[in-house]
């Protein structure tokens, strides 16, 4: 039987490494893809390679792209402050197109591994509000993943899968811890420092710190 292989959009943030636990827990082999891609810190991407060791993905592959040459985010563009308080609407630490550009690629590599599974940890209750976070899109993007490859044309079709979708921050906490998922070694804030320490200000910190009260688990994030 062949092995059954996915292709997981890993940021090195609590989401992305709570779905690669959960992917492994469904039998896949899995192939972990991030993205260096002009972010403010590279902590980010040492903490991926961190979750990918310790979960024992297949392969971990780090992709360079150049999105801060268009800039327009507060998270690709340094002269944008990163908002420290809740704010209206969509937020400028929206990435202009980043998940359409992370799934494109990730699509590429699933094709040439003969992978038909490709994940993302998005997320559509609590988070800041994102459009590509939204069910839509996930949906938007699989029928075209059908549309534009061998693959998909052949008849042999690709499923994106979003397992956090419709899940708490607390609930993705907890479905992290019982399928071993080491807290400790992601980062998830907009501003870490060059050690990894969280800034504990902004959305993405705010958010993942009430998951961990929500979800009654000691929070082992390190503050700057």
């Not at 563009?77 to 550009?101: F, L, Q």
Request: charged share 20%; hydrophobic share 40%.
């Amino acid at each position: 039987m062949s092995e059954k292989k996915a292709v997981i959009l890993l940021s090195g943030g609590l989401d992305s490494a709570t779905v690669v636990a959960l992917a492994r827990a469904e039998g896949y082999a899995c192939y972990t893809m991030s993205f260096d891609y002009g972010q403010r810190h590279r902590a980010e991407l040492q903490a991926a390679e961190r979750v990918a060791r310790q979960l024992g993905v297949v392969e971990h592959k780090v992709i360079g792209l150049n999105l801060n040459g268009i800039g327009g985010s507060a998270l690709t563009d340094t002269s944008i402050d990163v908002p420290e308080s809740p704010t209206e609407g969509i937020p400028v630490t929206y990435v202009p197109a980043r998940n359409t550009v992370f799934l494109s690629l990730a699509l590429g590599w699933a094709e040439v591994l003969g992978a038909r599974d490709i994940f993302i940890g998005v997320n559509a209750v609590d988070y800041s509000g994102y459009p590509d976070c939204r069910p839509e899109f996930v949906e938007a993007f699989e029928r075209m993943a059908n549309l534009a490859t061998k693959a998909g044309v052949e008849g042999d079709g690709f499923r994106i899968q979003a397992p956090l979708q419709n899940l708490s921050k607390a609930e993705i906490v907890q479905a992290g811890v019982r399928h071993g998922v080491d807290y400790g070694l992601t980062v998830s804030c907009y501003q870490a420092d060059d050690e990894g320490r969280a800034c504990g200000k902004c959305d993405s910190c705010r958010l993942r710190a009430a998951g961990f009260v929500a979800a009654g688990v000691e929070d082992p994030t390190r503050y700057q």
